[in-house]
């Protein structure tokens, strides 16, 4: 999952790989540093997420050598939608969702499909949890189905921590699939920090 503040941005990824009832490895990483800016949360075929992000990281340091600079968010943005429509009549089964800052500094979060459809959103949940991350987003952030229409939120950086440390701890309880360790990639403007938080191992 990913939500984008005014000045920074969140992506969270839990660390179980799972095959039905059978836990593969309880430290896979989902969510991938693209730069000092950028963060990938992927979701789907665990190989093919692997190998998108390669991808997607020498595609990076070609663009470094051309234009000595790295390149920002927008860009890689770009860049996904692009490598994902190139593959669409062979599909990478793989669900993409980058977080980071912006050139006017703000937050933002791209989603996508697996085909390259991208939409600039605030928040976005993706994964075997979405369904039940994605109300819960809707509810804390969007403040959407309020009894109080003109209610506002002034999303702070704790508050979304918060928000994504109960939205997964509330996740485990009900998603098999879900577990183990959740990393929180918080993106700034001076740099991205990297927390690890405990959920359920069983």
Not at 20 to 27: K, L, M
Not at 46 to 69: C, P, S, T
Not at 108 to 119: K, L
Request: net charge negative; hydrophobic share 35%; with cysteine.
């Amino acid at each position: 999952m990913a939500l984008a503040g005014e000045d920074f941005c969140i992506v969270a990824a839990d660390t179980r790989q799972s095959d039905g009832y059978h836990i593969n490895c309880r430290y896979a990483p989902k969510a991938h540093q693209l730069s000092d800016k950028t963060v990938i949360g992927t979701s789907g075929f665990y190989a093919d997420g692997l190998n998108f992000v390669k991808k997607i990281k020498q595609r990076m340091e070609w663009y470094f050598h051309q234009h000595d600079k790295t390149m920002s968010t927008t860009a890689i943005a770009q860049l996904i939608s692009i490598m994902l429509y190139q593959k669409r009549f062979f599909p990478y089964y793989v669900f993409c969702v980058i977080g980071g800052i912006d050139e006017n500094g703000k937050g933002c979060v791209y989603s996508y499909d697996s085909v390259g459809n991208a939409e600039r959103v605030q928040y976005q949940a993706a994964g075997s949890g979405n369904e039940l991350l994605q109300p819960f987003l809707d509810s804390q952030i969007g403040l959407k189905n309020r009894s109080n229409e003109n209610e506002t939120l002034n999303l702070t950086e704790e508050m979304a921590i918060k928000i994504v440390k109960d939205a997964f701890s509330s996740v485990t309880e009900r998603d098999i699939h879900t577990g183990d360790c959740v990393e929180i990639y918080i993106i700034r403007k001076d740099g991205v920090e990297c927390q690890k938080y405990p959920l359920k191992r069983d």
